[in-house]
């Protein structure tokens, strides 16, 4: 096989995945992760369970990459405002707001996709711890362009992003925004605007914690 040829193979792959997963999260939505079968997706998409078991060896191989895709473009958006423009405090805002706005649509509002959440974290899915590590990294690197240019006190900027995210986690986490959802207060931004206080203040720093906690 030629290496166009292997190319265009490649790509042709890509492009049923991605139509499987697609019809996967469709149905998802529709009737629900745990009743929809591979057969309903082969049969939707017009093929046999056996040409879906070539890109997916198994249903739950569908579950983590429709999980996977959803999650991805909350991290995507994530990124997207950590590399922009505005100051270090604006993009933390916007970050934390965005963040629960993607999960509040994908997984709060839509039930039968928060159960699908409620699986993958009852069941210790690899793709959850993935997923919290890379929105971490997006708040750190906020984070730490905030303390080169000052906006922040000078510390460890790993550390405070897991401090910040820790601090905003019911407004990001599908459980807990469930059930705090008879909670308004405080809100997801006053809860920003209390960790870029400390970060002003310097209290993310390692060095601080023991103080804060007497």
């Known amino acids: 096989m030629s290496l166009t040829s292997a190319r265009a193979q490649n790509a042709r792959e890509i492009e049923q995945r991605e139509r499987i997963i697609a019809t996967a999260e469709r149905l998802f939505r529709e009737i629900g ?10 049969r939707e998409l017009r093929m046999s369970p056996a040409n879906v078991y070539r890109f997916f060896s198994a249903k739950s191989e569908i ?28 993009r933390l805002r916007a970050l934390v707001l965005s963040n629960e706005a993607m999960n509040a649509e994908r997984y709060v509002a839509d039930r039968k996709l928060h159960d ?53 986690i019911r407004y990001c986490h599908p459980r807990m925004m469930v059930e705090c959802a008879d909670r308004p207060v405080p809100t ?13 203040a310097g209290c993310c720093d390692a060095g601080h914690s023991a103080p804060l906690l007497r």
């Open 63 to 90: 579950n983590a990459a429709v999980a996977r895709q959803l999650m991805s473009e909350v991290e995507l958006a994530a990124q997207d405002i950590a590399r922009g423009p505005g100051s270090a405090e604006a």
């Open 33 to 42: 992760f745990q009743k929809t079968t591979v057969a309903d997706i082969a």
């Open 116 to 168: 699908m959440v409620e699986a993958a974290l009852d069941e210790n899915w690899p793709i959850i711890s993935d997923h919290i590590d890379r929105i971490d990294a997006a708040i750190e690197e906020v984070i730490r362009s905030g303390m080169e240019s000052d906006e922040f006190a000078k510390g460890d900027a790993q550390l405070a992003a897991r401090l910040v995210h820790a601090a905003c």
């Open 188 to 200: 997801s931004a006053q809860m920003v605007e209390f960790c870029i206080a400390a970060l002003r």
